[in-house]
């Protein structure tokens, strides 16, 4: 069982340079999330996917997009990346958004130079 | 949203000492969760905690809810080698996260 599948798992990019992070569950979940985290900041929501078919701004979603492809599949775009984008990012998916335990992948580690 | 605030940032315990992290909100909180990360690792999903009062075990971690849902704490007892890592609690619907107590175990 893959549960939350994330790739890729590491990548570096010249600023400026664009990509996708691609996120996909395996457990029929109805909500999917993307957040950053970064040394002493915790986890923060870029975005996050209530259902299929809707996204939602989370705190910081400034310089990012996302696409809820399906039901399974939730990516993220840097258009221009910034060095200031330099994060691991996790998305994690949940049978719904009503405060329920949310899944992880293992990150993307992302490097902008 | 539901924020919360987690202290201490970090702390550092010698093997077998008792440890615990604490999460505050200004809010009522309709729920709160508590996550586990170690190193390197992703966030994994420890408990959640929904009513006033409610207290929680598993194995040598309690977990308690504030009678006023507005405060949790997690209680290692005992820490082990295997504790290290860094706990979080999160409420709301979409998880607001606390920025997390590191634990350090030294043998």
């Known amino acids: 069982n893959a549960g939350v599948t994330q790739t890729p798992k590491f990548q570096v990019l010249k600023t400026g340079q664009s990509m996708t992070l691609q996120c996909a569950q395996d457990?029929?979940?109805?909500?999917m999330y993307w957040y950053r985290q970064d040394p002493g900041m915790g986890l923060r929501l870029i975005y996050y996917?209530?259902?299929?078919?809707?996204?939602d701004k989370g705190e910081v979603p400034n310089g990012y997009n996302v696409s809820r492809l399906n039901k399974r599949e939730f990516s993220l775009r840097l258009e221009s990346a910034a060095p200031s984008q330099t994060s691991v990012y996790f998305c994690a998916s949940s049978e719904s958004y009503e405060g329920q335990p949310q899944h992880f992948g293992d990150g993307t580690r992302l490097s902008i130079l | 949203g539901q924020q919360v605030m987690q202290i201490p940032q970090y702390q550092h315990v010698q093997e077998g000492e008792d440890f615990t992290t604490y999460c505050n909100s200004s809010t009522t909180l309709s729920n709160i969760q508590w996550y586990k990360q170690r190193p390197g690792g992703h966030p994994v999903f420890l408990i959640q905690l929904v009513k006033s009062g409610e207290v929680k075990k598993q194995k040598r971690l309690t977990f308690q809810f504030g009678e006023a849902k507005k405060n949790s704490s997690l209680h290692i007892t005992a820490t082990q080698t295997t504790d290290v890592g860094t706990y979080f609690c999160a409420a709301g619907y979409a998880l607001n996260f606390g920025k997390g107590t590191s634990l350090l175990v030294t043998p």
């Open positions: 457990m029929n979940h109805n909500s």
């Open positions: 996917s209530a259902s299929e078919g809707t996204t």
